[in-house]
T-cell receptor
Framework: QQQVKQSPQSLIVQKGGISIINCAYENTAFDYFPWYQQFPGKGPALLIAIRPDVSEKKEGRFTISFNKSAKQFSLHIMDSQPGDSATYFCAATQDTGRRALTFGSGTRLQVQP | EPEVTQTPSHQVTQMGQEVILRCVPISNHLYFYWYRQILGQKVEFLVSFYNNEISEKSEIFDDQFSVERPDGSNFTLKIRSTKLEDSAMYFC????????????FGSGTRLTVV
């Protein structure tokens, strides 16, 4: 019930295209859903996060779509750039009490010039 | 921008030896975490620490592991007797007590057990 399932495992997108990564969760107590970007040899860096009281959050080229009834959320990267090439992890947690993050398995994104 | 600082960046140790990984969380953060990432795999939770005690731990965090905040700024992870399968990147993270800010991760310590 603690799992967060992420797909696809890898993704190749042309420059300027839209990258879409999907995640699904089971635990209905989760109330904080961040996305992290990780470059090789670096720690995860927070990209964008959403709470379940909204269905969408947009920050620049990055958008989270959230479907509470389906227990799914996704990251959309618009106008993908080669510099976006990284591994992306979705995560979820119970924000109250600052519980630990449960991470998805990661998506390796490659944006081709 | 405030950072979580981890040292060393890379440590090589003999199997069976003790290692201590160090972290300096962001100064006004009150929640501290250790995660690990085996090469090419997902980030896994080890332990969280609040108010000078463990608040949550995973099944990975067995008796070989311990955490400490010895001096009010450093946050350490000790592995008493390292095994080959402990080889991984270890990430420290911290978070403030209130507000919507996310977890801030350090750059990690790459532990190689030989």
């Amino acid at each position: 019930q603690q799992q967060v399932k992420q797909s696809p495992q890898s993704l190749i997108v042309q420059k300027g295209g839209i990258s879409i990564i999907n995640c699904a969760y089971e635990n209905t107590a989760f109330d904080y859903f961040p996305w992290y970007q990780q470059f090789p040899g670096k720690g995860p860096a927070l990209l964008i996060a959403i709470r379940p009281d909204v269905s969408e959050k947009k920050e620049g080229r990055f958008t989270i779509s959230f479907n509470k009834s389906a227990k799914q959320f996704s990251l959309h990267i618009m106008d993908s750039q080669p510099g976006d090439s990284a591994t992306y992890f979705c995560a979820a947690t119970q924000d109250t009490g600052r519980r630990a993050l449960t991470f998805g398995s990661g998506t390796r994104l490659q944006v081709q010039p | 921008e405030p950072e979580v600082t981890q040292t060393p960046s890379h440590q090589v140790t003999q199997m069976g030896q003790e290692v201590i990984l160090r972290c300096v969380p962001i100064s006004n953060h009150l929640y501290f975490y250790w995660y690990r990432q085996i090469l090419g795999q997902k980030v896994e939770f080890l332990v969280s620490f609040y108010n000078n005690e463990i608040s949550e731990k995973s099944e990975i965090f067995d008796d070989q592991f311990s955490v400490e905040r010895p001096d009010g700024s450093n946050f350490t992870l000790k592995i008493r007797s390292t095994k080959l399968e402990d080889s991984a990147m270890y990430f420290c993270a911290s978070r403030e007590a209130q507000g919507f800010s996310g977890y801030t991760f350090g750059s990690g310590t790459r532990l190689t057990v030989v």
